[in-house]
């Protein structure tokens, strides 16, 4: 064989070691112990589509209870015969990636560890479950710990297993297996993986840590206040720290007053320690001067500085100021709404004597409408019209009234004299009853004439009050005024938009206080929708005077 012969073999060879080495990526097997009848899972770090075989000649399909669950190769339960090494690999365009995984299978309740750690005494360890994958089902119901294989005292287990020891000792170092139970297709196993730790005598001091510290502190002068300085030393009491406190550089032995306690705390395994300043009463020497909580240790010495500030009480004497005058407008609003008729008559009253509305030519204060008629309703009307009205408005606060019925001259025409009368009036006052809302229906009737009549006189004084604006329509029920849907709309529009006065016969002929407060605020209202009276005609005898048109016309 020549020389050149052989430097092209040896070429060769080199090249197909090249390519295989850079397209295969292998890695030294993962060694696991587990027990027979645990659950085990095993994932590949190439997952997904992954391909697992057991690397066994010539079979390397999986052997019976190991099966493939979303890239996972599950043991459900590992078996005596699941002994042996597994190979997970994918093709891609980087090449053929593969990863071997050794198990070894035997029967002790806690599996031989896996890994050694090491832990200083006195230092609360943290340990770590490593069961991610059973965790990843979310279908565990029990984490338990044991060391040696006996139960061990845990000060809490997180959500991963995870579990915190005590401060540690020497007699504390041991095999320790972390056994979760987990339900798969409706069947409860049991799944470990143990370590071995060792703890040392080695101790760790550590360095003092303040958790939330107060910069400002908001108090009120004459009040007791508690000022808290709070330090994580460490995982042990190993560490002592001295902590004091000064007020404006000054020790606290120098004020009286003053006080501090200070305690240690464990909270997860973590120690604090804690100094509480008591002020029993705030002086104003205390405010926007640096109160210093001193932390001393031997790592390092730390302080945090605090300053006391009175409360700005802006906001709540705002808010105070705010709430009484809206609770004032209120009350205002109220009493004005509740009393506004009485204020009137009475501003009205006291107007009187300082001034004289200007004249507007009109002769009668108010026109009163009513039904006339012998029906016991309209009776009722009738003597309301005729008697108790004018001995109210006439005969005491000397109101000048056209009623008809009463004040009408005989003969005349009652179409042009309603007219003209109405348009010589201020108000048109329209007492209303059951006969003027019902009754007979027949239009040869009394009552159909009657109606028919007051009808009109409603008709001319509403359709002046709604087109002229200057007479104002005042309605007044006497003893519920029945069915308003039998009266024109104009007037029923009236009785919408500002009501009626009611009336009733009770408000005669009694001393009880209540009726008697009834009957005086309906008057008290009538004069209110009524215009005021001039101060010249305070005495009936001056508003009979122009009740005497008939006569002098004749």
């Given at each position: 064989?020549?020389?050149?012969?052989?430097?092209?073999?040896?070429?060769?060879?080199l090249c197909l070691r090249f390519m295989s080495m850079a397209h295969s990526h292998r890695v030294k097997p993962d060694t696991y112990h587990v027990t027979v009848g645990h659950l085990f899972l095993l994932s590949c770090p190439f997952a997904p589509n992954v391909t697992w075989s057991r690397v066994r000649r010539p079979d390397v399909s999986l052997p019976r209870g190991v099966e493939v669950r979303d890239g996972l190769l599950g043991f459900l339960p590992v078996q005596a015969s699941h002994d042996g090494t597994y190979t997970c690999e994918r093709r891609g365009e980087a090449g053929l990636l593969?990863?071997?995984?050794?198990?070894?299978?035997?029967?002790?309740a806690c599996p031989d560890p896996l890994e050694n750690r090491t832990a200083r005494r006195g230092v609360s360890e943290l340990l770590p479950c490593k069961q991610r994958e059973i965790f990843r089902l979310k279908k565990t119901t029990n984490v338990r710990w044991m060391k040696d294989c006996r139960p061990v005292k845990v000060i809490y287990t997180d959500e991963n297993g995870n579990a915190r020891l005590?401060?540690?000792?020497?007699?504390?170092?041991?095999?320790?297996t972390c056994l979760v139970d987990v339900s798969v297709d409706g069947r409860t196993y049991t799944a470990a993986r143990s370590f071995h730790l060792t703890v040392n005598n080695d101790t760790i001091l550590s360095v003092p840590v303040l958790v939330n510290p107060q910069e400002k502190v908001v108090v009120q002068v004459g009040k007791s206040v508690e000022l808290k300085c709070k330090a994580l030393i460490g995982f042990s009491e190993v560490q002592r720290i001295l902590m004091y406190w000064t007020v404006d550089g000054k020790l606290i032995d120098d004020y009286k007053e003053l006080s501090e306690s200070w305690k240690y705390s464990q909270e997860g395994g973590r120690v604090f320690n804690e100094s509480t300043l008591s002020i029993p009463k705030v002086l104003p020497l205390f405010l926007k001067v640096p109160i210093v909580c001193h932390i001393m240790s031997s790592t390092c010495n730390k302080n945090v500085s605090m300053l006391l500030q009175e409360g700005d009480h802006t906001v709540f004497y705002i808010s105070v100021a705010f709430c009484l005058t809206t609770f004032l407008a209120l009350l205002t609003f109220a009493a004005v709404n509740l009393f506004k008729v009485n204020v009137v008559l009475a501003y009205r009253k006291l107007r009187r004597h300082f001034s004289e509305p200007?004249?507007?030519?009109?002769?009668?204060?108010?026109?009163?409408?009513?039904?006339?008629l012998d029906t016991l309703s309209s009776a009722e009307a009738a003597n309301f019209a005729l008697q108790i009205l004018p001995e109210e408005l006439e005969a005491k606060h000397g109101y000048s009234l056209y009623i008809r019925g009463r004040d009408d001259c005989p003969g005349e025409a009652f179409h042009d004299a309603v007219a003209a009368t109405i348009r010589q009036c201020r108000r048109l006052i329209i007492v209303l009853s059951q006969s003027s809302t019902g009754g007979s229906t027949a239009e040869t009737s009394p009552l159909r004439h009657d109606q028919n009549r007051q009808i009109y006189e409603q008709k001319i004084g509403i359709y002046d009050a709604l087109t002229q604006n200057d007479l104002r329509v005042i309605l007044v029920e006497i003893d519920g005024a029945g069915d308003y849907s039998r009266l024109p709309e104009s007037l029923r529009y009236i009785k919408r938009k500002q009501g009626a006065l009611k009336w009733t016969k009770d408000f005669l002929?009694?001393?009880?206080?209540?009726?008697?407060?009834?009957?005086?605020?309906?008057?008290?209202?009538?004069?209110?929708?009524?215009?005021s009276v001039p101060a010249g005609r305070n005495h009936p005898q001056q508003t009979v005077l122009v009740k005497t048109s008939c006569v002098t016309s004749e």
């Open positions: 064989m020549s020389w050149s012969t052989l430097l092209c073999s040896l070429s060769a060879l593969a990863m071997k995984f050794r198990v070894l299978v035997s029967t002790r005590p401060p540690l000792t020497n007699k504390d170092s041991g095999k320790y200007a004249p507007d030519g009109k002769l009668y204060d108010g026109y009163v409408s009513f039904l006339h002929g009694t001393n009880k206080l209540t009726k008697l407060y009834s009957s005086r605020r309906f008057w008290n209202n009538l004069r209110y929708q009524m215009p």
